[in-house]
């Protein structure tokens, strides 16, 4: 399975379902009155964390997700019925960030976690609403608030109890097909490993820790050499590290020490993450070779464990010990800043703004006022002056003469073109 850790995705929310104008038709009810029904909620949209994924790709087939709108309002008063909330499953240890402002707005690290990132439009209401003593047959409604269109990036992290070093064909994908049911591909050359491979080891209690054996760890991996750039930072989220070294190579303890500086230089947090040594391929060292070797990891503060992942010796020592460390050393606390994500529930609802397009014309946009210039019917005195009475009560009229709007000149709202008079009545 090909291995995806950061994609971006675009998602849309639905969009609320208008308002209508409709009256009382019952043969035996004189002058009906208003009987317009309100839109539906549009769907929104939700991030869910599943323990049961471990990589992005999926989303490198469809990137694209938008909820279903609302249902538009009815007559006889029947509302509309509310869309149904979508909800994109992605791994566990998944990072997502917003694209426009940069900031880290979720960090899903427990399974069925969930974030809001983009809310459903609220429905609009129908006529049934603006019925006053003063006016009892309103003829408009309100339309439904347009969705939210967000791009958004997914990092994945992943969430490992051990994570497993060495170089290219030191033997970790052969020491975690023996100590897990994970069967990765395994031959005598390196980078062998070219993904991720997680493997659940039972612990004696019956449950069980996951290990991940991260490849392409090199010389230079820490400024993009080989595979290591793009896979350190799933050994963040470690408890600590298996460090295996090849036996059989001529300096084992350069290999060793290429390894940790690598981790330091990407992170200092890693560098000092608890490491367990195990020397492997003890199968093919002779036993003055493998004492030398010993001596001189303990020469550095090393007690190495001595294993052959290919035989199976000493295998049961070192799952002893991994157990032990993984029952007593706790997760790193994250170190993810989360940001407050206003953008999810945002649909500039009360923002506005007025512009001097040029000396006689103003332009005003805002997400409420455009959406009810949209359904305001420049023909019908009635609606114009309740569209300027919701301007003054906006504020935008003031701002507007902050400006110095002068009678005559042309006022655009969305598609309404209106002139400004100072003798109008806003009322």
Same mark, same amino acid.
């Given at each position: 399975?090909?291995?995806?850790?950061?994609?971006?995705?675009?998602?849309?929310?639905?969009?609320?379902?208008?308002?209508?104008?409709?009256?009382?038709?019952?043969? /035996?009810? @004189? =002058?009906?009155?208003?009987?317009?029904? !309100?839109?539906?909620?549009?769907?929104?949209?939700?991030? $869910?964390?599943?323990?049961?994924?471990?990589?992005?790709?999926?989303?490198?087939?469809?990137?694209?997700?938008? +909820?279903?709108?609302?249902? #538009?309002?009815?007559?006889?008063?029947?509302?509309?019925?509310?869309?149904?909330?979508?909800?994109?499953? &992605?791994?566990?240890?998944?990072?997502?960030? @917003?694209?426009?402002?940069?900031?880290?707005?979720?960090?899903?690290?427990?399974?069925?976690?969930?974030?809001?990132?983009?809310?459903?439009?609220?429905?609009?209401?129908?006529?049934?609403? /603006? %019925?006053?003593?003063?006016?009892?047959?309103?003829?408009? %409604?309100?339309?439904?608030?347009?969705?939210?269109?967000?791009?958004?990036?997914?990092?994945?992290?992943?969430?490992?109890?051990?994570?497993?070093?060495?170089?290219?064909?030191?033997?970790?994908?052969?020491?975690?097909?023996?100590?897990? +049911?994970?069967?990765?591909?395994?031959? !005598?050359?390196?980078?062998?490993?070219? &993904?991720?491979?997680?493997?659940?080891?039972?612990?004696?209690?019956?449950?069980?820790?996951?290990?991940?054996?991260?490849?392409?760890?090199?010389?230079?991996?820490?400024?993009?050499?080989?595979?290591?750039?793009?896979?350190?930072?799933?050994?963040?989220? %470690?408890?600590?590290?298996?460090? $295996?070294?090849?036996?059989?190579?001529?300096?084992?303890?350069? #290999?060793?020490?290429?390894?940790?500086?690598?981790?330091?230089?990407?992170?200092?947090?890693?560098?000092?993450?608890?490491?367990?040594? +195990?020397? #492997?391929?003890?199968?093919?060292?002779?036993?003055?070779?493998?004492?030398?070797?010993? =001596?001189?990891?303990?020469?550095?503060?090393?007690?190495?464990?001595?294993?052959?992942?290919?035989?199976?010796?000493?295998?049961?020592?070192?799952? *002893?010990?991994?157990?032990? !460390?993984?029952?007593?050393?706790?997760?790193?606390?994250?170190? $993810?800043?989360?940001?407050? !994500?206003?953008?999810?529930? *945002?649909?500039?609802?009360?923002?506005? @703004?007025?512009?001097?397009?040029?000396?006689?014309?103003?332009?005003? *946009?805002?997400?409420?006022?455009?959406?009810?210039?949209?359904?305001?019917?420049?023909?019908?005195?009635?609606?114009?002056?309740?569209?300027? #009475?919701?301007?003054?009560?906006?504020?935008?009229?003031?701002?507007?003469?902050?400006?110095?709007?002068?009678?005559? @000149?042309?006022?655009? &709202?969305?598609?309404?073109?209106?002139?400004?008079?100072?003798?109008?009545?806003?009322?």
């Amino acid at each position: 399975m090909q291995f995806i850790d950061k994609v971006k995705i675009k998602i849309t929310s639905g969009k609320g379902g208008n308002g209508v104008v409709a009256w009382r038709r019952e043969k /035996f009810v @004189d =002058k009906g009155g208003p009987a317009g029904g !309100d839109g539906g909620k549009g769907g929104s949209v939700y991030l $869910i964390a599943d323990e049961g994924l471990s990589t992005l790709l999926d989303f490198t087939y469809r990137s694209i997700f938008k +909820a279903d709108n609302g249902e #538009n309002g009815f007559k006889k008063s029947m509302h509309g019925k509310s869309a149904k909330d979508l909800y994109i499953k &992605v791994p566990t240890g998944t990072i997502v960030k @917003d694209l426009k402002t940069g900031n880290i707005i979720a960090d899903l690290v427990k399974h069925e976690q969930t974030v809001l990132v983009a809310k459903g439009g609220r429905g609009g209401r129908g006529n049934i609403h /603006f %019925c006053t003593p003063q006016n009892r047959a309103p003829q408009y %409604c309100e339309p439904g608030e347009p969705g939210i269109e967000r791009e958004l990036q997914l990092e994945l992290k992943l969430l490992a109890d051990v994570g497993l070093l060495g170089l290219p064909n030191a033997g970790k994908s052969t020491f975690i097909s023996k100590v897990s +049911a994970a069967k990765p591909k395994i031959a !005598d050359y390196p980078f062998t490993t070219i &993904v991720p491979n997680l493997g659940v080891v039972r612990k004696h209690s019956g449950d069980g820790y996951v290990i991940a054996d991260i490849p392409g760890l090199i010389e230079g991996a820490s400024e993009g050499v080989g595979l290591g750039h793009d896979f350190l930072r799933h050994v963040e989220r %470690c408890r600590f590290l298996l460090h $295996i070294v090849d036996g059989t190579e001529i300096d084992p303890i350069k #290999n060793y020490n290429t390894i940790n500086q690598e981790l330091a230089k990407y992170s200092e947090k890693l560098a000092k993450l608890h490491q367990v040594v +195990a020397i #492997n391929k003890i199968d093919a060292i002779d036993y003055e070779t493998l004492e030398e070797l010993v =001596k001189q990891f303990e020469q550095i503060g090393v007690k190495p464990f001595l294993i052959s992942a290919f035989t199976g010796k000493n295998i049961e020592e070192l799952k *002893n010990e991994l157990e032990h !460390d993984v029952d007593t050393i706790e997760k790193p606390v994250s170190d $993810i800043v989360v940001e407050e !994500d206003l953008e999810a529930v *945002n649909n500039d609802d009360g923002w506005w @703004d007025v512009q001097k397009l040029n000396k006689n014309t103003y332009i005003v *946009n805002g997400g409420r006022i455009i959406r009810i210039s949209q359904v305001t019917d420049p023909r019908s005195t009635e609606q114009i002056i309740r569209f300027q #009475n919701i301007m003054i009560s906006m504020g935008i009229m003031e701002e507007l003469k902050r400006l110095g709007v002068q009678n005559g @000149d042309t006022i655009m &709202v969305g598609k309404l073109e209106l002139e400004y008079w100072d003798d109008e009545v806003y009322k």
